[in-house]
């Protein structure tokens, strides 16, 4: 019987090159290859998102920080724990107010003796303080009265509370207000 002679690769073309034929077309499109493949793109396009997702979310975070609003903080140099209250309740905008300081060691001594000087103002602003607070009376139990506290507009603000305690040891805290 005679075989027919063609170029075509797919054809039938003897024994040999059947093999020949198939051995190529396993080599590439076998599932394996198929599956690595998609694996490979599947991996891309998760990294992709991710990508874009992770940029997306750190631009929100920049124009919208996170402000720590607490109003009990550890000083900065971790010695004191220092709360503080309006005595008048709730802060109002343009309003003299009082506050309340507390300051602790921090296994919670109240410290007393310390000398106390205040700053603040708005950061976004670049503007300070429209009063100068400050600390009038030294209460006992770690308890100071910090007076003159006037906000004049709504929006970030931020106080200052420097600490002196009798051994010109200095440290500080800030609290964040949004008002
Ligand atoms: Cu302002």
Not at 33 to 51: K, Q, R, T, V
Not at 98 to 127: A, F, K, N, Q, Y
Request: aromatic share 10%; proline share 6%.
């Amino acid at each position: 019987m005679q075989t027919k002679k063609t170029g075509h690769p797919h054809q039938y073309d003897g024994p040999g090159n059947l093999r020949c034929t198939v051995k190529k077309l396993d080599r590439h499109w076998s599932p394996n290859s198929i599956f690595i493949g998609s694996a490979f793109w599947l991996l891309a396009l998760l990294a992709l998102y991710f990508s874009v997702n992770f940029q997306a979310k750190a631009a929100d975070n920049k124009s919208m920080p996170v402000i720590d609003t607490s109003t009990t903080k550890l000083s900065e140099k971790g010695r004191y724990e220092v709360s503080f209250n309006s005595m008048a309740g709730p802060i109002e905008i343009n309003t003299i107010h009082e506050w309340r300081l507390t300051v602790l060691s921090v296994d919670g001594t109240p410290i007393d003796g310390l000398s106390i000087t205040v700053e603040g103002g708005m950061p976004m602003h670049d503007h300070g303080l429209p009063t100068a607070p400050r600390v009038t009376e030294s209460l006992g139990e770690g308890q100071y009265r910090v007076e003159g506290f006037k906000f004049q507009m709504p929006g970030h603000w931020t106080t200052t509370f420097n600490f002196i305690d009798t051994e010109n040891f200095n440290d500080s805290v800030t609290f964040n207000l949004m008002l």
